[in-house]
């Protein structure tokens, strides 16, 4: 071989291996999903006497995972750190009573909501029954932080204290503390967690039923589209069947499910 023809030689198995290799990531097929709930959130996410995880947050989720033929693995998060948590991939889904916002889909992308249920103000029994911002000036509002409930306290009665707690059921029992005059939750939460039981003695519910957001939807991260339309598809298919109906009546007397009659 000629001086000539190695040289040429030597010089095409470098360009070679100068040539990118470019690796097409396989699209997930949803057959494992991981879910992240958060199992302090009564009625919709619990953790039983057992130690197992329960409520309808749970139920909805493992019925559309069977819907979808994928195993469901729930990761247990503290409520702040759900949407970081999904960013670095630590779980797939939030199946945890997340409002749908218009900030929140800045981030995410939200499925068709699975429920709807309006917020309430609670406080003292002999206090008046009006919760707007004049009549709570100077009030202390005692709500979840991180929440859009949070964020409408914080923009509409900008003449109250407005205290933040990091889980719903705290929120009433700072109130119950007396470390606040009235808290604003979810209508469901505050009558079955709060209202319902000894320590709620003495309070109810104020002035009238407050909607918020778009309903309450699963987050997934905005790169993963198709696991959302699966979603989608399982909620249509469990409505159809009678599925959600049969969950949902393990813990509500009413449709939780916001669909328009």
Request: glycine letters at 8%.
């Amino acid at each position: 071989m000629s001086f000539v023809s190695l040289a040429h030689k030597l010089l095409s198995v470098v360009v070679m291996a100068c040539v990118p290799v470019v690796v097409t990531a396989q699209a997930p097929d949803w057959k494992k999903v991981r879910i992240g709930v958060e199992g302090s959130y009564p009625p919709f996410s619990m953790i039983a006497a057992d130690g197992a995880l329960t409520g309808f947050d749970i139920d909805i989720a493992r019925a559309l995972c069977a819907a979808m033929k994928s195993d469901c693995v729930f990761v247990q998060q503290e409520w702040d750190g759900m949407m970081p948590a999904l960013k670095v991939r630590k779980f797939d889904a939030i199946v945890a009573s997340m409002t749908i916002t218009d900030e929140r889909r800045k981030v995410v992308e939200f499925t068709d909501p699975y429920y709807d249920i309006p917020s309430r103000w609670v406080g003292p029994a002999a206090m008046k029954n009006d919760a707007d911002p004049a009549a709570l000036k100077g009030k202390r509002i005692v709500v979840l932080r991180n929440s859009p409930r949070a964020k409408y306290v914080l923009e509409r009665y900008k003449d109250s204290e407005v205290l933040q707690a990091a889980k719903e059921p705290d929120v009433y029992m700072e109130l119950a503390a007396g470390r606040g005059d009235i808290a604003f939750g979810s209508s469901i939460v505050s009558a079955d967690a709060f209202l319902k039981r000894p320590e709620g003695k003495g309070y109810r519910q104020i002035g009238p039923l407050v909607k918020l957001g778009d309903g309450v939807g699963i987050a997934v991260r905005k790169d993963d589209g198709a696991l959302r339309d699966r979603f989608n598809a399982a909620l249509k298919a469990i409505k159809a069947d009678g599925t959600y109906r049969k969950v949902a009546a393990r813990y509500f007397d009413f449709d939780v499910s916001g669909d328009v009659k």
